[in-house]
C-alpha cells in the first residue's frame, strides 16, 4: 500500500496525520495524491459545497504594513479608499446575495480594529440584515476583543474571519505591525463570545512547503472549521508585486494536503481564483469544497450565477457547511 493510500486509511478511521507525513505527502504524485484527498473530502463532508460572498465594507488606509495587501497606508496602489458603508447599502447587497442562492454573508473592512464606535454601526447593521435577509452573517473587523465579538453575535453574526496568513514562523516576513499571536488571540476571543472562526492565509508569499504545513497544524490546534486558502495576486505598489506566480497544480496540492490535515473542514478557495484558468475547478476535485465567490476585496472575482452552475456541474449542492 502506498503513502498515500496508507495515510488516507489512517484518516478514514479517525487518525491525524503528523507533520512528518504532511511534508511526505508534498513528494508523492499529484494526481494520485488529489484522488485521494477528494476521497477523503467525500467521506468526511458529503456533497456539501459552502458558498460566501464579501462586501468590502470599509476600504483602504490600513494602519498595518502587510506586504500583500493594496489596502495597507504604507504603500501607493490603486485601491478605492472609504469609510463605512452605511447600512443600507450592506443590507441592499445581502439581499442581491440571498436571491442569487448565497447562504452566508461577509462584512469585511480595512484596519487594525474598528473602533467601539464602528462596532455598534456594524451591529446595527447586521440586526437590519438579519431582520430583513434570510442570510448568515460573517465578519472581518480585525484584531478585536471578546467584549466586542460578543456585541457581534448579540447582533446576529454567527462566525468572524481572521486569516492566520502564513505560519508562525514566516509572519514577521511578511508584517511587523501586529504578530501571528495577535491573531491567535482575537481568533480564541471570537470563539470565546461563541462565534465559529473562518482563517487561513495566503499562498505564494515566499513561504516554504514547511511553512504551509506548519499553518495547517495551527489551524488544526485552533480547531478552525472553515478554512480559506488564497493565491497571492502580486498587486503593483505592494512589496510583492514581483512574487512569481502559483499555478492551478500548486494550488492543488496544498488543497490536498490540507484536506488531509483538517478532514473534515470547509476548505475555500478565495482571493487569487481569478489567476487559475480552470477557475478553481481542479481544487475543488482535489479536496476543496467551499469558495467566496463574486468580487474579492480589491480585485474581481467570478458571478454567483456561474459559480452556482459549476457547483452543480460537479455534483455538489450549496448548503452552510461547519457552523
Known amino acids: 500500500m502506498s503513502v498515500i493510500d496508507e495515510l488516507k486509511e489512517k484518516i478514514k478511521i479517525g487518525g491525524e496525520i503528523s507533520r512528518e507525513e504532511a511534508l511526505m505527502l508534498y513528494e508523492e504524485p499529484l494526481e494520485k495524491l488529489c484522488e485521494a484527498a477528494d476521497d477523503i473530502r467525500q467521506h468526511f463532508c458529503g456533497d456539501g459545497f459552502d458558498i460566501c460572498t464579501i462586501i468590502n465594507g470599509k476600504s483602504g488606509r490600513c494602519s498595518e504594513n502587510c506586504r500583500f495587501c493594496a489596502q495597507s497606508a504604507y504603500y501607493s496602489t490603486d485601491a478605492k479608499e472609504y469609510p463605512l458603508l452605511d447600512t443600507e447599502e450592506i443590507v441592499r447587497q445581502a439581499k442581491y446575495n440571498a436571491d442569487r442562492g448565497v447562504l452566508r ?6 484596519g487594525r480594529a474598528l473602533k467601539d464606535s464602528e462596532v455598534d454601526q456594524m451591529c446595527a447593521a ?14 472581518s473587523f480585525g484584531l478585536l476583543l471578546e467584549e466586542q465579538f460578543q456585541k457581534i453575535r448579540a447582533a446576529g453574526a454567527s462566525r468572524v474571519h481572521n486569516n492566520l496568513e502564513t505560519s508562525r514562523r514566516n509572519f514577521p516576513n511578511i508584517c511587523t505591525t501586529h504578530t501571528f499571536e495577535d491573531k491567535v488571540a482575537a481568533i480564541n476571543a471570537a470563539k470565546a463570545a461563541g462565534l465559529s472562526v473562518c482563517s487561513g492565509g495566503i499562498m505564494g508569499l515566499g513561504e516554504t512547503k514547511e511553512d504551509r504545513v506548519d499553518m495547517a497544524f495551527s489551524l488544526r490546534e485552533l480547531g478552525i472549521k472553515s478554512v480559506p486558502l488564497n493565491m497571492l495576486n502580486p498587486i503593483p505598489g505592494t512589496p510583492y508585486e514581483n512574487n512569481e506566480r502559483l499555478n492551478e497544480d500548486d494550488m492543488r496540492r496544498i488543497a490536498a494536503v490540507y484536506r488531509f490535515i483538517l478532514p473534515d473542514a470547509s476548505i475555500r478557495l478565495a482571493g487569487g481564483r481569478g489567476l487559475m484558468e480552470d477557475k478553481g475547478e481542479g481544487c475543488f476535485q482535489s479536496g476543496a469544497n467551499a469558495v467566496i465567490s463574486g468580487d474579492m476585496l480589491t480585485t474581481s472575482g467570478y458571478t454567483i450565477e456561474s459559480d452556482m452552475e459549476m457547483i452543480r456541474r460537479l455534483g455538489y449542492k450549496a448548503v452552510l457547511c461547519n457552523g
Open 126 to 139: 447586521i440586526r437590519r440584515m438579519k431582520k430583513e435577509v434570510d442570510i448568515e452573517v460573517c465578519v
Open 105 to 110: 454573508y461577509s462584512i469585511v473592512t480595512s
